[in-house]
């Protein structure tokens, strides 16, 4: 099982490389040889990480759809749009597909920022300013909406 929990920021070459933090390798030596798929992210302006394994579970997800509703082969479509594999090279550098690069906004700066099974990848800037807009307040709020789901017992 993975538990990504740790935020990490690092530097985009001028050929859109990342150096992946050795403090993240380690949080993925598991499944480090496996490999790894970049997509651009569902639900905000930033890309999603997975490992390969991780990514395997959400296609089996997906795999269940019944392909005779127009509206799940559409979502389908957007899902899978623009996904690439994104193996680290001899030097742990991630090669981040233009096109990629383009949709997230990402620039020089970027945070690897943790969603326990896979990462985002986030412009610096953006992410900074995603994370002030939201008020401690609308934090607790959703904080109190989303945990209040949770089954202590289920695991």
């Known amino acids: 099982m993975i538990n990504l929990s740790y ?3 690092c530097k985009a070459d001028a050929k859109g490389r990342i150096k992946l933090p050795t403090g993240l390798k380690t949080e993925l030596a598991d499944v480090w040889n496996d490999g790894f798929i970049i997509k651009r992210s569902t639900f905000g302006k930033c890309l999603e990480f997975y490992p390969s394994s991780v990514w395997n579970q959400e296609l089996a997800k997906i795999n269940k759809l019944n392909r005779y509703k127009a509206k799940n082969v559409r979502f389908m479509r957007s ?3 623009g996904v690439k594999q994104a193996n680290p090279d001899a030097n742990d550098r991630v090669l981040i ?8 906004g990402l620039s020089k700066e970027v945070v690897l920022a943790p969603l326990i099974d896979r990462l985002e990848i986030w412009d610096k800037k953006t992410y900074e300013e ?5 008020s401690n ?15 202590p017992d289920q695991e």
């Open 130 to 134: 995603m994370i002030r807009s939201m």
């Open 7 to 9: 935020q990490y920021e």
């Open 97 to 104: 597909p233009k096109e990629l690069m383009e949709v997230a």
């Open 137 to 151: 307040e609308e934090y607790q709020e959703l904080a109190e909406d989303v945990m209040q789901n949770i089954d």
């Open 79 to 81: 899902f899978l749009t």
